[in-house]
């Protein structure tokens, strides 16, 4: 990741608040159970090709993580999405100082945020609790 | 978001329309066709690490089946399963290209494992009639070559499509009446009293022919009985007339401004219409899609539309003096103040106060038929009422017998 980069100014938008308590997301295919996710594996969709995010300096999200504060959404999805099915999926403890969190709630992920991780390039502590199917 | 929409499916302009998912980017979502009106269901099905791409599967649904698919009858991979050639396409998205880019292709089959599990399926409630998008009102006037007009408002605040039959009563009489007497000025035909010109009215006579969500939507058409083409202009300027005076009402002096060079007509048929939105305690949004013409918006808050009524209302009367040859004084009462006269050329009584002059002037004159006067009075009409006129006697002379 670029030493450079850092967050607009604007963001992360109104309504966010601190990060803390344990969260899920999708993680790398090969991860077993019990595995932690490993530090390479954390870049912000800003930093990363295939994201629709890439280099969208000025947007907010593109500097934040899709996390879940339930692991059924995650569940959810990979009933519709081939995407998702190809995921494991990894717990996230968030302790006080790691960043801010915004709710941005969907259809079949109502409890998605974003986290905005202080500093930009932080790895949390992540461990693998659902193998990929 | 750069490749999403992506440009190059073969359905015009799309716009994002709901999110159903998401995880560092949308992942399930779907878009609005807006020149058709049609969806498209979007899956996020794959992503290749080493070239950088992403693969989605989109599927192409008339609204109706999508508002099946939204609403949980029908479920997701059944959509897919039930789709016919050239509904479906892959979509690659290369996010880090030079330029980012789509490569998009047709798919006669969707492999099996890229398809939701067979039971997955949405289960968002369905608003009670299909959303309104202003786009799709401009679409419609397009493809029925009509010109097309929308009134929304939104009840007690309560964003439900539903609202009393009386209130829609007076609504409908409301608008079309403020339609008419602006036509009227349009074609500087202006009239202060008894109905508009037929041949006016006519250009401009509207009929539902739907309703939409959120809120109260009502969708009319501009009726095209009796004329193989509408009289496009006509229409035209009505619905800009309409449109800068809804706009003007959101801020007091402007809409005073407005209001004086319309006649009284046009004042009092726009009052009768923040009355009626006042009594559905709403605010009210006008959208016109004149044909071949720039389609326009305006709206007013619940707010707006109040203190739009209350300007009015506390709008002094216009006053006009009104001389009257030969009356006779036919009532008078000293403790009240109040006076009528009869005036045989016309065929009319004139009732109403006495003016401090005028009390000194009448305590000789006589009540009856035996004696007449020439008398001063004073016209006051309502700014926004024209049918409602108040007389104050200013002055009276006895004539010679």
Same mark, same amino acid.
């Given at each position: ?21 344990t969260?899920y997301?999708?993680?790398a ?7 932690? &996710?490993?530090?390479s %594996? ?11 995010g ?16 339930? &692991?059924d959404?995650?569940l959810?999805?990979?009933?519709f999405?081939a ?10 403890n968030? &302790?006080s ?10 259809v079949v992920?109502?409890g %998605? %945020?974003?986290?905005?991780p ?8 992540? &461990?693998v609790?659902?193998e990929?199917? | ?6 440009s ?12 159903y !998912?998401?995880?560092?980017?949308p992942? +399930? ?6 020149r ?6 979007? =899956?996020?099905? #794959?992503?290749d690490?080493e ?7 989109y ?11 939204r ?15 050239g509904d *479906?396409?892959?979509?690659?998205? #290369?996010? @880090? ?7 998009v292709?047709?798919?006669d089959?969707?492999?099996s494992?890229?398809l939701?599990?067979?039971?997955a ?7 009670t009639?299909?959303? +309104? ?11 029925s @070559?009509r010109?097309l007009l929308a009134?929304?408002?939104?009840p007690?605040g309560t964003?439900?499509?539903?609202l009393?039959?009386?209130l ?6 409301s608008?079309?009446?403020?339609l008419?007497?602006v ?7 202006r ?12 250009e401009?006579?509207?009929?539902v ?10 969708l009319?058409?501009v ?5 193989? +083409?509408?009289?496009s ?9 309409l ?7 959101a801020?007091?002096?402007t809409?005073?401004s407005v =209001? ?10 726009f009052?009768? =219409?923040?009355e ?9 949004a006008?959208?016109?899609?004149? /044909?071949?013409?720039?389609?326009q918006?305006a ?9 739009? /009524? ?24 000293? @403790?009240? @103040?109040? +006076? ?13 106060a ?5 009390r000194?002037?009448?305590n ?7 004696? !007449? ?15 409602i006129?108040k007389?104050?006697?200013?002055? *009276? ?5």
């Amino acid at each position: 990741m670029s030493p450079r980069t850092r967050l607009p100014g604007h963001c992360p938008p109104e309504g966010h608040f601190e990060a803390l308590g344990t969260f899920y997301r999708f993680s790398a295919p090969s991860l077993t159970v019990g595995a932690v &996710v490993p530090e390479s %594996h954390w870049c912000l969709p800003i930093h990363v090709k295939k994201s629709e995010g890439y280099q969208q300096w000025s947007r907010c999200d593109a500097y934040a993580y899709s996390i879940f504060d339930s &692991v059924d959404p995650l569940l959810e999805a990979r009933r519709f999405l081939a995407w998702a099915k190809a995921k494991s999926i990894c717990q996230i403890n968030l &302790v006080s100082a790691m960043g801010r969190l915004l709710e941005t709630p969907s259809v079949v992920g109502p409890g %998605h %945020h974003d986290w905005y991780p202080q500093p930009l390039g932080l790895a949390p502590n992540a &461990v693998v609790i659902e193998e990929r199917p | 978001m750069r490749l999403i929409p992506p440009s190059e499916l073969p359905y015009g302009e799309l716009a994002m329309d709901e999110v159903y !998912f998401e995880h560092d980017g949308p992942r +399930f979502f779907a878009l609005r066709a807006e020149r058709t009106g049609m969806r498209l269901l979007a =899956l996020c099905v #794959d992503e290749d690490e080493e070239a950088g791409t992403v693969t989605y599967i989109y599927l192409a649904l008339s609204l109706e089946r999508f508002q099946r698919v939204r609403g949980g009858s029908l479920k997701v991979r059944q959509a897919f399963e039930l789709s016919n050639r050239g509904d *479906i396409w892959q979509v690659i998205a #290369d996010y @880090h290209a030079e330029p980012p880019a789509n490569r998009v292709s047709p798919l006669d089959a969707v492999p099996s494992k890229w398809l939701p599990d067979a039971d997955a399926r949405l289960d968002l409630p369905t608003p009670t009639a299909p959303l +309104f998008f202003r786009t799709e009102l401009a679409r419609q006037a397009r493809e029925s @070559h009509r010109s097309l007009l929308a009134i929304e408002l939104d009840p007690n605040g309560t964003n439900v499509t539903e609202l009393r039959l009386r209130l829609l009563s007076r609504l409908g009489n409301s608008l079309q009446d403020t339609l008419d007497a602006v036509a009227q000025e349009e074609q500087g035909e202006r009239t202060t009293s008894g109905s508009v010109q037929s041949a006016i009215s006519s250009e401009v006579q509207v009929s539902v022919y739907g309703i939409r969500a959120a809120s109260f939507v009502l969708l009319l058409a501009v009726d095209g009985e009796g004329r193989l +083409f509408e009289r496009s202009e006509v229409v035209e300027g009505t619905f800009r007339r309409l449109i800068g005076l809804t706009m003007s009402a959101a801020a007091p002096e402007t809409l005073l401004s407005v =209001l004086r060079d319309y006649s009284p007509r046009v004042r009092g048929k726009f009052k009768q =219409l923040l009355e009626a939105a006042t009594d559905a305690r709403s605010g009210i949004a006008i959208h016109t899609a004149p /044909l071949g013409a720039e389609a326009q918006s305006a709206s007013l808050d619940r707010s707006q539309v109040s203190l739009a /009524l209350r300007t009015i209302s506390e709008i002094s009367p216009d006053r006009s003096e009104l001389p009257l040859a030969r009356v006779a004084l036919t009532a008078l009462n000293t @403790h009240r @103040h109040t +006076f009528e006269v009869w005036d045989a050329v016309q065929g009319r009584y004139y009732t109403g106060a006495l003016s401090k002059e005028a009390r000194e002037l009448v305590n000789d004159s006589r009540v009856g038929s035996s004696s !007449f006067y020439s008398v001063m009075i004073e016209v006051l009409t309502d700014f926004a009422s024209p049918s409602i006129e108040k007389y104050r006697l200013l002055s *009276i002379l006895e004539l010679e017998p």
